[in-house]
């Protein structure tokens, strides 16, 4: 079952415009990653956040985690019209199997030039 | 991170016909694969993880005896949908890990079943 929720769906912003994602979860967890998904693509990790870390950079993203609201935020900065795409949060499964992962249903960005 | 390929990259056939989806860890010994099936605007839904020369373990409610999955090797594993029907026509992707937290995904294979 899919553990990960996210909003908005689906999210329309102008270039240059900051876009934020959020990613909410049910189980405890260790870590919490984004990934990005062009369409009709695989995904690409973009980054992972550790439960002892609340906050993370990586070039223009920004992710928070709040473990105690089991949430997480992905913060794009100064959008431009290349990272349309879908955004996906991804959590362990709860059994811890392996590198399984539950993903959430998706943030669908898109940013018009 | 990991370099994964994937065989065909969009593939159309007959209703009661089987296919074959290649996954590759072009430049990683995956020790683990993870096989997903994707329909339009909805998330990921894992359909087994594929240990390198065990069984695969496939998740509730997907069939093995329809989804054969073979991991043979370190680098290669297949996803076989046999007698596919038009209901199996989806977004095939499949992923690497060593153990680690992070996946790498390969390009995903769409298939078409008329």
């Known amino acids: 079952s899919q553990q990960g929720e996210e909003d908005p769906q689906a999210l329309s912003i102008q270039e240059g415009e900051n876009a934020t994602m959020n990613c909410s979860y049910k189980t405890s967890i260790n870590n919490l990653q984004w990934y990005r998904q062009n369409s009709g693509r695989g995904l690409v990790h973009l980054i992972l956040i550790r439960s002892n870390e609340r906050e993370k950079h990586s070039g223009r993203l920004r992710v928070t985690l709040d473990t105690s609201k089991k949430s997480s935020s992905l913060l794009i900065t100064a959008s431009r019209a290349a990272d349309t795409a879908s955004y996906f949060c991804a959590t362990p499964s709860a059994m811890g199997q392996g590198g399984k992962l539950i993903f959430g249903q998706g943030t669908e960005l898109s940013v018009k030039p | 991170g990991a370099v994964v390929s994937q065989h065909p990259s969009w593939v159309i056939c007959k209703s009661g016909t089987s296919v074959k989806i290649e996954c590759r860890s072009l430049?990683?010994?995956?020790?683990?694969m993870f096989w997903y099936r994707q329909f339009p605007k909805q998330s990921l839904m894992l359909m087994a993880t594929?240990?390198?020369?065990?069984?695969?373990?496939?998740e509730q409610g997907v069939e093995k005896d329809k989804f054969l999955i073979n991991h043979a090797s370190l680098t290669l594993s297949t996803l076989t949908v046999t007698s596919a029907h038009p209901e199996d026509s989806s977004f095939y992707i499949c992923?690497?890990?060593?153990?680690?937290?992070?996946?790498?995904f390969g390009p995903g294979t769409r298939l078409l079943v008329l």
């Open positions: 430049d990683f010994q995956a020790t683990t």
């Open positions: 594929s240990n390198e020369g065990s069984k695969a373990t496939y």
């Open positions: 992923s690497v890990t060593s153990g680690q937290e992070t996946q790498y």
